[in-house]
């Protein structure tokens, strides 16, 4: 039995159909990566996973159990969000933001205990955000407040990490940095990790699995060595690649060969530009 499994899934929003029939598997301890064009579903397949949009039709089980039969405390104990968007428009501290990871454990009214402050920290020691404890969330760079609501979701001690797009927006370093953190979680803490990422190498060196979406649809799934091939990445993206094996890391590693395409009005043709080599040298 998966961490999650899905069933015939299906979502719309007015009218318009943007999940389709969907049927995945996702495996415990795993580290799943979900890629696709912009407006491929992604971020409304994640968001049905953790319960904040309602399917049309189907079913999610965790582990085993209709996702929906969950209240939203007692599934915060087994599936920890984190979201694109960082910016909280409160002024709390980091070691605030962290402590609210541990809502789920508290009773009504009640307050952090030494233990919960304990957790905190060492999920704050995990993502190297300790020393921010004290400063106003908004004031950090977006790597450290990312950081900071990883260690959030990390206090709740929930087994399944969902994070949409976690390291947009962010310098290759702290890219690299967050993913690795993620990783090492993942190994060291067996968690079960599904995330949405657009940088196709970077989630070819960290997953264990990838979902193709387009349209709605998943398109294949499966370790990287599967899925990402030059058929796949031309039917997702419309685009033609070269491939070849990371140096170092030997696993699929992914060269964009166009990086345009315009309409040909006489014949009605999509003409993709020659490689950037010909288009460099003029040809």
Same mark, same amino acid.
């Given at each position: 039995?998966?961490?999650?499994?899905?069933?015939?899934?299906?979502?719309?929003?007015?009218?318009?159909?943007?999940?389709?029939?969907?049927?995945?598997?996702?495996?415990?301890?795993?580290?799943?990566?979900?890629?696709?064009?912009?407006?491929?579903?992604?971020?409304?397949? +994640?968001?049905? *996973?953790?319960?904040?949009?309602?399917?049309? #039709?189907? &079913?999610?089980?965790?582990?085993?159990? /209709?996702?929906?039969?969950?209240?939203?405390?007692?599934?915060?104990?087994?599936?920890?969000?984190?979201?694109?968007?960082?910016?909280?428009?409160?002024?709390?501290?980091?070691?605030?933001?962290?402590?609210?990871?541990?809502?789920?454990?508290?009773?009504?009214?009640?307050?952090?205990?030494?233990?919960?402050?304990?957790?905190?920290?060492?999920a704050m020691n995990i993502t190297n955000t300790w020393e921010f404890r004290d400063r106003i969330i908004n004031t950090l760079?977006?790597?450290?407040?990312?950081?900071?609501?990883?260690?959030?979701?990390?206090?709740?001690?929930?087994?399944?990490?969902?994070?949409?797009?976690?390291?947009?927006?962010?310098?290759?370093?702290?890219?690299?940095?967050? +993913?690795?953190? *993620?990783?090492?979680?993942?190994?060291?803490? #067996?968690? &079960?990790?599904?995330?949405?990422?657009? /940088?196709v190498n970077l989630a070819s060196q960290y997953s264990d699995k990838i979902v193709f979406m387009k349209d709605g649809f998943?398109?294949?799934?499966?370790?990287?060595?599967?899925?990402?091939?030059?058929?796949?990445?031309?039917?997702?993206y419309d685009i033609d690649v070269y491939m070849t094996r990371h140096p170092v890391m030997d696993c699929p590693y992914v060269?964009?060969?166009?990086?345009?395409?315009?309409?040909?009005?006489?014949?009605?043709?999509?003409?993709?530009?020659?490689?950037?080599?010909?288009?460099?040298?003029?040809?």
């Open positions: 039995m998966g961490a999650i499994e899905i069933r015939n899934l299906s979502w719309n929003f007015e009218n318009k159909s943007i999940l389709k029939n969907i049927y995945l598997n996702l495996e415990k301890g795993e580290f799943t990566s979900i890629l696709g064009p912009n407006g491929s579903g992604k971020t409304t397949l +994640l968001r049905t *996973i953790s319960t904040w949009l309602k399917p049309r #039709k189907g &079913t999610i089980y965790l582990e085993g159990k /209709d996702v929906l039969s969950f209240s939203s405390k007692e599934l915060s104990k087994h599936m920890a969000f984190v979201p694109q968007n960082t910016n909280i428009d409160f002024e709390f501290s980091a070691l605030d933001i962290v402590l609210m990871g541990r809502w789920t454990h508290l009773k009504n009214l009640e307050n952090e205990s030494l233990e919960d402050l304990e957790i905190a920290r060492e760079s977006g790597g450290e407040r990312q950081r900071v609501i990883i260690a959030r979701a990390l206090a709740t001690q929930a087994k399944i990490l969902i994070m949409d797009e976690p390291v947009s927006n962010l310098d290759i370093y702290h890219q690299m940095e967050i +993913l690795s953190i *993620i990783k090492s979680l993942q190994h060291d803490k #067996k968690l &079960t990790v599904v995330t949405v990422l657009h /940088d998943i398109k294949s799934y499966g370790v990287p060595e599967k899925v990402l091939t030059r058929e796949n990445i031309n039917d997702v060269i964009p060969l166009y990086t345009n395409k315009k309409q040909d009005t006489d014949n009605g043709k999509i003409i993709m530009f020659d490689s950037i080599k010909n288009l460099r040298n003029g040809k």
